[in-house]
Structures are given as C-alpha cells and as structure tokens.
C-alpha cells in the first residue's frame, strides 16, 4: 500500500530526515517510535503534504503511484489520513458543517454520491458514540475550546467518519490521561480491519498496550535503527532510546 | 421592498436614498405591550428624521442597492433620536452597483436609559463611505456599532465612528470586520470620547481585518480620548492573512484548497450575521456575503 524509499526531508536549512525506508501492507499497524527531535512528526507530514517540508531525496508510492506531487486534498481523497498532534481549532465552522464537507469532498473525489444533511447526521451520531463525543461538541466550532483530550478525540471522530484506508496518528496518546487514552484506543481498533493500514508515531510505549502493533520501528537521527515486533517497543520502555544509540555508535 | 418579515400595515416605508431605484427603507416600532406605534420618518435636508418615543422598541432595516453598471452616486442619512427607555435596531445593507459611489450618514442621540444598536453590512459599491456619530446624552444609555466590509477590485471602503460618552454609566461595544481582497482599501477609523461627566463608561472598540492579497490594504485607527478617570475602556485592532495552519488542516481532510479559503472566510465574517435577530434578514445577508466574497481564482 505504502512504499517509503530512502526518504529525505529538511525543514528550512536544517536536515531531518536522512534516508528513512519502510514498507506497509494493507491491515498492518506499524508503531514509530523514537526520541524527541529523531523526526517522527516530520514523516507524518511529509507524508500527509504539510508546507514547509521539503523533500531532499528519495520516494514515496502509495499504490504504486509517486505520493509527494499531490496536493494534501488529493491525498486525502485517496484515502490518507493525518490525526494531527496539535489539531488546530477553527472557530466559526462548526465540527458537524466541516465534517459534511470534508466527507463529500472526499466522496465527490472518489466518484461516490455525496451525503445529505440528513443521512450525514445519521453518520456523525453514529460514530460520535464510538468515541464519547456529546452532540453540543459536534455543533461547536472545529475544536474551539476543546480540551487537549477532547481534540484528540475529535481527531478520531474524524477519521471514523472519514473511512481512510492509511491512518497516520501523530503523537496521539501525548498528553492524554488514561480514560481519554483509551477511548481513543477504542477508536482506532474499531477502525482496524484487513483493508485498512495505520502508522502509529508515539513517544511512549503506552498507547501500544491497547493498539497492539504488528511492527515497530525505532526512528532516531532521522533514520530507521531498529525495526522488530511488539516486543520492541516493550524493550525500549524499559530500557529507554540511549543503548539504541551507543548500538549505532558502536556498529560504525 | 419587504423584508424582515415585519410588514404590519403601520410600519413606514420610504426612499431615503436618491437615485436608486431598489433602495428602500423600513421601520417600525411596538411599545413595550406588543401595541404598535406610529413613527415619522420626517424629511429633512439630504435625509430623514425620526424620533422614537420612550420605552419604543423600533426596528429601521434599509437597503442601498443598485444593478446600474454606470457610475453614480447614492447618500443616506438619518438623524435619530432616541428619547429615555427607547431602543432601535438599526440594519444597514449596502449592494451598489460596481462604479458606484454611496455616502451614508448616521446620526444618533441616545438619551437616558437608551439603546442604539447599528449594524452596517458593506457589501458591493466602488466607494463606500460610512459614518455613524453616536452622542450618548443621558445616563445608563447604550450603543452597539456593528459593522461588515467586504473589498474587492479596487473598492474604497470607509468607515468613520464616533462615540461620544457625555453622561454617567454608559455602555458602548464596537466591532468592526474587513475582509479586503485584490487592490481594495478598507479603513476603520473609530474614535470613542469619554467626557469627564461621564464616570463609569464601559467601552469595548474592535477592528480586525482579513487580507486576502499583498495588494489589499487596512487602515486601521481606533482611538480613545479619556476625560473621565474611573472608566473602564478598550480598543484594539488586528490585521492578518488566512492562516496557513487551518488551511492546511482542512485541506488534510480532503476539503479543496479554493473551499477551504472560503469556509475560513466565511467564519470569519458569519459572527456578524448569525446576531442579526431577523431571520428572513439573515437570508439576504449570507448569500450576499456568499457572493461578495466568492474569489475569482
């Protein structure tokens, strides 16, 4: 589904990424793991489109098509999904008008009939349960005010609505406590299925425990270190990042 | 014309504007009993004059609108007087033609107790000029100046407020929006005195500007001239671009770049219609926003 070769980006003069490869199959969960600054976000960006990242070297094919020519909406509409660290809040479009016109953006790029109002809001209701969000939030503004929780909720809320087939989640377990982390956990397995692909960026091993990962990679100096099996990430929570640093310190 | 819903047999109708031919006024006024009251809209030089009755609840809604592609020039004024307890909501719709020039003055002294509420929606025409000078004679009186400015080509919009806090414990909120795209110049000059007579003023001015090309200009001057010395004001403005971190975050869900600008636009400006307390209003209020902002790009 998704191929990553010797990906390089830089944001403004500074390097990032130096050459990350990774290969994902359809009903795969991969977990990144990594230090802060070893540039997980960064892939998750590039990936999704985000300005200001610039790709120096390498390439990106999702079903076997370049991915990095295309602007964010059309890879949104091919089925990509960035649930963002920071969601952003947009005061004045309410959560529910937004998501009606994302989904039919997204269904009118895919030759599929749009949704009504009236069978949208069927949807919306249908998939705010799966992830405890009450319907005064749906006609706020998009996460106006919301709490760090209830964004990330949100994001998910998202997702479910949006049916995407890769699902890239950007550090969304940061800062969350354990009621909301496992809401959100419920929410991601929901949506787990052999058609569907997840790139899980986390700093901590916790998130894992609820959304077992099939693989897990370890990013630090924008490169992929170590890659292995869920029982990866449960080595790194105990023993931290820095001996997989003096192990590539000490292979040179 | 008829709008508003409100079209009582007693409500006055009229032209205030000259030459052209769709532009209309209507007002109306209840008692606080739900009776109806008669008003006058007395002319006067370049305009008309009303005066509403204590305790009188009155609406004035007043289009200024024109297809006429040639140019010509339009004015407005109105000299209002609000006598104690009374209240009038104020609805100006400004829809010129594209080489049009429309000058529109209002004048309004709002005695003991009273409540001026104006909202200005400045849509179509190639020079706007808007001008609204507030006295609040009496105490505990009111005012809320609303305003909405859409720019573009080469429009010139100007607004010019004026607040005049003259008598103890009044109360007077301002927020003024430009959205200016191509050459457009939009300027917000709004001036709120506080006369040393009148202690316990609670003033709020506001002015933000949304630039949607490097060739659009704001001009931005709010000012305070404080007489009094236990008063509680505030002004301020902004000016800015759209933001590229929303942008980014509804394009990453699928919404098309050109949607996506015009959803933030129109959160942006939709505050100030979704206050508009006339329904069948609001109606021609959001399609003219639609339509005013609506980039051809």
Same mark, same amino acid.
């Given at each position: 589904m998704l191929e990553i070769k010797d990906l390089q980006a830089s944001v403004g003069d500074k390097q990032i990424l130096h050459g990350v490869s990774l290969k994902i199959n359809k009903g795969e969960v991969h977990a990144i793991m990594g230090p802060n600054g070893s540039g997980k976000s960064t892939l998750a960006n590039v990936l999704a489109g985000r300005e200001?990242? !610039?790709? !120096?070297? &390498?390439?990106?094919?999702?079903?076997?098509?370049?991915?990095?020519? *295309?602007?964010?909406?059309? *890879?949104?509409?091919?089925g990509l999904f960035l649930a963002f660290q920071y969601p952003v809040e947009i005061p004045g479009v309410s959560n529910t008008y937004f998501m009606k016109t994302a989904l039919n953006a997204i269904r009118k790029h895919q030759s599929r009939p749009e949704l009504d109002a009236i069978d949208f809001l069927k949807v919306i209701k249908d998939k705010a349960k799966l992830v405890d969000?009450?319907?005064?939030?749906?006609? *706020? &503004?998009?996460?106006?005010?919301?709490?760090?929780g209830e964004k990330k909720r949100n994001e998910i809320l998202q997702m479910a609505i949006l049916e995407p087939r890769l699902c890239l989640l950007d550090e969304t377990d940061s800062g969350l406590d354990i009621d909301a982390l496992q809401i959100v956990a419920r929410g991601i397995n929901a949506l787990r299925g052999p058609d569907r692909a997840f790139i899980v960026v986390t700093h901590y091993q916790r998130l894992l425990n609820f959304v077992q990962p099939d693989f897990v990679h370890v990013l630090s100096g924008g490169r992929i270190v170590k890659s292995g099996g869920k029982d990866l990430a449960l080595e790194l929570e105990e023993k931290g990042y820095g001996w997989l640093e003096e192990e590539k310190i000490g292979a040179r | 014309m008829n709008i508003g819903g409100a079209s009582s047999p007693q409500a006055v109708r009229g032209n205030p504007a000259s030459g052209a031919a769709a532009s209309g006024f209507h007002l109306e006024a209840r008692n606080r009993d739900g009776s109806v009251v008669q008003? /006058?809209?007395? @002319?006067?030089?370049?305009?008309? %004059?009303?005066?509403? @009755? @204590?305790?009188?609840? $009155?609406? #004035?809604?007043? /289009? +200024?609108?024109? #297809?006429r592609p040639e140019p010509y020039t339009t004015q407005s004024k109105w000299e209002i007087v609000l006598a104690e307890g009374a209240k009038l909501n104020h609805y100006k719709l400004v829809h010129e033609g594209p080489q $049009?020039?429309?000058?529109s003055f209002i004048e309004a002294d709002v005695q003991k107790s009273a409540s001026f509420q104006s909202h200005v929606f400045l849509f179509e025409g190639a020079q706007? %000029? +808007?001008?609204?000078?507030? %006295? #609040?004679?009496?105490?505990? $009186?009111?005012?809320? #100046?609303?305003?909405?400015?859409?720019?573009?080509?080469?429009?010139?919009?100007? +607004?010019?407020t004026l607040v005049d806090h003259q008598k103890p414990r009044g109360t007077s909120r301002e927020l003024y929006k430009g959205i200016l795209d191509g050459q457009s110049r939009g300027l917000f000059d709004g001036l709120v005195i506080v006369q040393k007579e009148a202690q316990k003023t609670d003033s709020a001015q506001t002015n933000k500007n949304l630039l949607l090309s490097t060739e659009a200009k704001a001009f931005s001057n709010p000012e305070l001239k404080i007489f009094a010395h236990d008063v509680k004001c505030r002004h301020g403005s902004t000016i800015g671009q759209i933001d590229a971190a929303q942008l980014f975050y509804m394009r990453s869900r699928g919404v098309p770049q050109a949607e996506a600008r015009r959803l933030l636009i129109y959160a942006f400006a939709s505050e100030m219609i979704e206050q508009v307390e006339i329904p069948a209003l609001r109606d021609i209020l959001f399609p003219c926003l639609n339509l005013a902002t609506y980039t051809k790009k």
């Open positions: 200001g990242y !610039t790709v !120096t070297g &390498g390439q990106v094919l999702y079903d076997g098509k370049n991915l990095l020519d *295309r602007t964010p909406e059309d *890879r949104a509409g091919d969000i009450p319907e005064t939030m749906l006609a *706020r &503004g998009v996460n106006e005010g919301f709490s760090g | 008003l /006058k809209a007395e @002319p006067v030089e370049g305009g008309r %004059r009303v005066t509403i @009755p @204590p305790g009188c609840q $009155a609406t #004035l809604i007043e /289009k +200024n609108e024109s #297809l $049009a020039t429309h000058h706007i %000029r +808007n001008t609204i000078h507030v %006295r #609040l004679t009496g105490e505990d $009186a009111e005012c809320l #100046l609303e305003g909405l400015y859409v720019g573009s080509g080469s429009r010139v919009i100007e +607004n010019h």
